[in-house]
């Protein structure tokens, strides 16, 4: 896990949030967020978690689906 929070913190220093920004809300991934969300029901809070960032990027940051996604 250390390498890619390292590479996501580096991401964001070069490029601000909206340019680092990478992931199926980006590509307007609806399906690949379903199954996020599914697979986090059986983990005590990480579904609370996901979808309180999620909404913030997709209120805030660049993506495809928003409408959808929301």
């Not at 307007?28 to 913030?56: C, N, Q």
């Amino acid at each position: 896990m250390l390498p890619i929070l390292q590479q996501t913190l580096a991401n964001y220093a070069a490029l601000g949030a909206a340019g680092a920004f990478s992931g199926p809300i980006v590509r307007g991934g609806v399906d690949t967020v379903r199954r996020h969300l599914r697979a986090l029901r059986h983990i005590p809070g990480a579904r609370e978690v996901y979808l309180a960032l999620a909404s913030a990027a997709v209120r805030y940051l660049p993506g495809n689906n928003k409408k959808l996604l929301e």
